[in-house]
């Protein structure tokens, strides 16, 4: 069975200050690992994915994160942190070649000024 | 493009009732999914559907029921309604089966009296 554990429920940084989100993974198989941002009251939004390329996945507004094998882990990065990025954050995982997603139970994302 | 529709926005319903929810793919996508996010959790998965074709089910009970339709939209149905179901239902869309970025609507809020 796959699941995902999020180190943290809640990270606050300031602004123009580094993020780190943090991500372990368990897979019986290869995984395809992703990481959503939800803001209030809205659907998920695909930041990143990784399924198999290149260990290092840029993803939209700055955010990259680096698929660790010998770390299950998929930590999600963004060098400066932006207003905007206050968010719920969740890493997911799901089985090569299907679509059932696993999510994480979520990372608050707390940027203030 | 327009991206995933749902119908509707909110709903409140009490114990006992029926209901159904409606989900509008992503022009040209075949495959539409199912969640389900309870506060403060991640989305669980209930059901996938591709080509009008169930290609998963999720560890829900058998009052939770789905089709596609020939246009590609999808209903999700739930049969007396418990407390429980109180949650916001998020539908998604990808092009093809098998591990396509998805895209997500904005969800169905349910709340049960």
């Known amino acids: 069975a796959q699941s995902v554990t999020q180190l943290d429920s809640h990270v606050s940084v300031s602004e123009g200050t580094p993020v780190l989100l943090r991500c372990n993974y368990s897979?019986?198989?290869?995984?395809?690992l992703f990481w959503y941002v939800q803001h209030p009251n809205k659907g998920l939004q695909l930041l990143l994915k990784?399924?198999?390329?290149?260990?290092l996945v840029k993803g939209i507004n700055g955010f990259e994160a680096e698929f660790k094998k010998s770390e299950t882990s998929f930590h999600l990065t963004k060098p400066s942190a932006h207003m905007s990025d206050a968010a719920e954050y969740f890493c997911?995982?799901?089985?090569?070649?299907?679509?059932?997603?696993?999510f994480g139970t979520g990372t608050r994302l707390l940027v203030s000024p | 493009d327009a991206g995933v529709t749902q119908s509707p926005t909110h709903l409140i319903k009490t114990r006992g009732q029926q209901v159904t929810l409606r989900c509008s793919p992503i022009?040209?996508?075949?495959?539409v999914s199912w969640y389900q996010q309870v506060l403060g959790q991640g989305p669980q998965f209930i059901f996938q559907?591709?080509?009008?074709?169930?290609?998963g089910r999720g560890n829900f009970p058998d009052r939770f029921s789905a089709r596609q339709f020939p246009n590609y939209s999808s209903e999700l149905n739930v049969n007396a309604l418990l407390l429980g179901d109180s949650a916001l239902y998020l539908c998604?869309?990808?092009?093809?089966?098998?591990?396509?970025?998805?895209?997500f609507g904005d969800g169905t809020r349910l709340s049960i009296l």
């Open positions: 998604a869309s990808s092009q093809r089966d098998g591990n396509q970025p998805q895209h």
């Open positions: 990784y399924t198999s390329a290149a260990t």
């Open positions: 022009s040209g996508h075949k495959s």
């Open positions: 559907y591709y080509e009008k074709e169930e290609r």
């Open positions: 997911v995982v799901s089985e090569r070649g299907f679509q059932k997603l696993v």
């Open positions: 897979s019986s198989y290869s995984p395809s």
